[in-house]
């Protein structure tokens, strides 16, 4: 190959910087992450009393309204593993608390969990009030 058609190469065999690509993507955005959560939940919510209603006009409209009622949870699904990461939002404790009410939407969290939660928060602060940090840090 000659130096011309080096220089020539398309810009797909060229590397591409991709930490400066998607940097702008990196941080959270709290309207864009409220507007997606209530798009969601609408959404979802629509389909499932369309859901109830196509009950008296037939199976097969039920069935139908099914389909992108599951895409519905799938998405619902999505945002809390965004929030689990802690990705979601820029707020922890708001990804803690949204993360655990979509998960009570579709039953995701059992009871003893909830509980679990409560003890470590307690056992965090009580060890921010000592002036420890978690050992595990």
């Not at 389909?47 to 599951?70: C, E, M, N, Q, R």
Request: include cysteine.
């Amino acid at each position: 190959m000659s130096p011309e058609t080096a220089e020539q190469e398309s810009p797909a065999t060229q590397s591409v910087d991709w930490n400066a690509m998607l940097a702008p993507y990196r941080r959270p955005v709290m309207w864009k992450s409220l507007f997606q959560l209530i798009t969601t939940a609408v959404l979802l919510a629509g389909f499932w009393f369309a859901i109830l209603w196509s009950l008296d006009v037939g199976y097969w409209l039920t069935l139908l309204l099914a389909v992108p009622a599951a895409f519905m949870v799938v998405r619902l699904f999505m945002l809390q593993h965004d929030c689990g990461h802690g990705s979601f939002f820029r707020s922890q404790k708001l990804n803690n608390i949204v993360g655990t009410k979509i998960k009570i939407v579709y039953g995701r969290v059992h009871w003893e969990q909830l509980l679990r939660n409560v003890r470590q928060t307690r056992y965090q602060e009580a060890l921010k009030i000592v002036g420890l940090s978690r050992p595990w840090q």
